[in-house]
């Protein structure tokens, strides 16, 4: 079993950065792809950014690209979503997830997930 916590979230103003931070214990994340999803009342999750058990590769919606950047450190079983040039459509809860799927771009291929984190953007 892998609990996951995320962190970070906040209310930022169009244009500013977040860093989202996702905390595994119970097992270590090293073996897991990882992913963050977001989701807005009403509405499914939504993909946003996974990354690989090695770190080396990442995927991206195309909403985010070239905005948002995932990575990990294996050592400290952490995951990060740095989202920078936030637009308010960005405002969701974000979710961390882990899989044994890359890319899992869909949420039914994740195992673990956190709670999440409210992050919203102020136009």
């Known amino acids: 079993q892998v609990q996951l916590v995320e962190s970070g979230g906040g209310l930022v103003q169009a244009g500013g950065s977040l860093r989202l931070s996702c905390a595994a214990s119970?097992?270590?994340?090293?073996?897991?792809?990882m992913g963050w999803f977001r989701q807005t009342p009403g509405k499914e999750l939504e993909f946003v950014a996974t990354?690989?058990?090695?770190?080396?590769?990442?995927d991206y919606a195309d909403s985010v690209k070239g905005r948002f950047t995932i990575s990990r450190d294996n050592a400290k079983n952490t995951v990060s979503l740095q989202m920078n040039s936030l637009k308010p459509e960005d405002t969701a809860v974000y979710y961390c997830?882990?899989?044994?799927?890359?890319?899992?771009?869909?949420?039914?291929?994740?195992?673990?997930w956190g709670q999440g984190t409210q992050v919203t953007v102020s136009s």
């Open positions: 997830g882990a899989t044994r799927i890359f890319p899992g771009r869909r949420s039914s291929q994740y195992e673990f």
């Open positions: 119970g097992r270590t994340l090293s073996s897991y792809p």
């Open positions: 990354i690989t058990s090695t770190g080396l590769t990442t």
